[in-house]
């Protein structure tokens, strides 16, 4: 018999948090809801809090949270506020898994909480692991709570690593899309409109990762995080481009054996993975079908995309960097979504934020807060 898993999701109202609602509607059961938080979206709120029937909700705005207190008056759901609120949700005794689909730095604290609190992790913000991997990978160990990956080239690694030994393994290597500007030379990267960059290819995202992954400071924020899943050198991580989205990762072992997971661009697949592990559930969902696909790879362009190449001098350095370097870039996506920045803009910002800041190596939160703040500032001040 399964056991039933009981959430708290973060994030609710993001692409990753109604893909997550998806997969618990085609759970047969085997999920229930405690809680869902989001950030301001009153509407797609209520719309989940009246079919999911969590005990309790949580907007991060407190405008917002009063007004979802009104709407949702004639239910008994409890409507709660701001970051204490977010918390609260997630140690509440009843809750087993926690997922982390918020967008940003935001989601460290929370997550932190939920891993002091005994609860699974199903990770899902990679910004957690960015910002504080040494901090949240140690209080993990400590508290021997799972972290599993939603991030599809991360959980395509956790299914490649099972029943393996750890000790054997080679090289890590990261598939990346390459976005929507897959061999564009870096003169043309100079004609990128906001509105080219928000094409994806492949996968259905937020706005913020969906630019991450145009400038390829996503897949420098998942060498990052694959470094702290799976306790990874950086010499031992690779990314290769892989235009088709099919194959989400591979691990090679020191034999020369290559294992890689496959499946179609769809969120879905590693979110039911996470929640349902260490088993796996039939689902609806559309197939895999390879009949006349074909899958190409290439080696990343670090000049025409130096984002990937700066993650990596970022991730070698550690201490506070990563954690600015995120910082610096969430508020230059943000400045870019605003039309108040160039495309290539976003990665000279970083860059100069990243060059500017004094590495500390002590990991305690009050270090990793104040050095997220310092480069938001510092990036704010840049852009104006």
């Known amino acids: 018999m399964i056991q039933v898993k009981t959430l708290t999701l973060l994030g609710s109202t993001g692409s990753i948090g109604r893909q997550t609602l998806d997969v618990v509607r085609h759970s047969e059961g085997n999920l229930k809801i405690h809680a869902l938080a989001a950030a301001k979206n009153v509407k797609l709120m209520e719309e989940q809090a009246r079919l999911f029937r969590p005990a309790v909700v949580v907007m991060m705005d407190e405008s917002a949270a009063h007004e979802l207190r009104d709407r949702l008056r004639d239910l008994s759901i409890k409507v709660d506020q701001g970051m204490e609120g ?29 891993i002091e609190a005994g609860k699974t992790i199903a990770l899902a913000n990679k910004e957690t692991l960015v910002a504080g991997g040494d901090l949240v990978m140690s209080t993990a160990r400590k508290m021997k709570c799972k972290i599993l990956p939603v991030d599809s080239e991360h959980s395509a690694i956790f299914q490649c690593l099972e029943e393996n030994s750890e000790t054997t393994i080679e090289t890590i290597v990261l598939t990346a899309s390459g976005g929507p500007f897959f061999g564009w030379t870096k003169e043309k990267l100079a004609t990128v409109t906001l509105e080219k960059a928000l094409c994806h290819p492949n996968w259905d995202m937020g706005a913020k990762i969906t630019i991450d992954s145009a400038t390829m400071m996503n897949k420098g924020l998942e060498v990052i995080e694959a470094h702290y899943l799976f306790d990874m050198e950086y010499d031992g991580i690779e990314v290769l481009i892989h235009p088709q989205s099919v194959v989400h990762s591979m691990v090679e072992y020191y034999d020369g054996s290559v294992l890689a997971q496959l499946g179609r661009p769809d969120m879905r697949l590693p979110i039911q993975y996470a929640l349902s592990y260490p088993t796996r559930w039939k689902n609806p ?24 190449a700066l993650a990596y001098t970022v991730g070698r350095q550690g ?45 305690d939160l009050g270090n990793i807060l104040d050095a997220d703040t310092w480069a938001r500032r510092r990036a704010e001040e840049l852009i104006s």
Not at 92 to 114: F, H, K, M, N, Y
């Open 319 to 363: 201490g506070t960097l990563p954690a600015v370097m995120n910082a610096a870039n969430e508020v230059a996506v943000s400045a870019f979504l605003h039309k108040k920045v160039s495309y290539l803009g976003i990665v000279k910002v970083v860059e100069k934020v990243c060059s500017e800041h004094h590495v500390l190596d002590n990991m």
């Open 285 to 308: 969902f559309e197939r895999l079908n390879l009949r006349g696909k074909t899958l190409t790879f290439h080696e990343p362009d670090l000049e025409a995309f130096p984002a990937l």
């Open 86 to 114: 977010i918390i609260n949700s997630v140690i509440a005794p009843q809750v087993d898994t926690v997922v982390t689909a918020l967008s940003g730095r935001i989601g460290l604290e929370p997550t932190l909480a939920a």
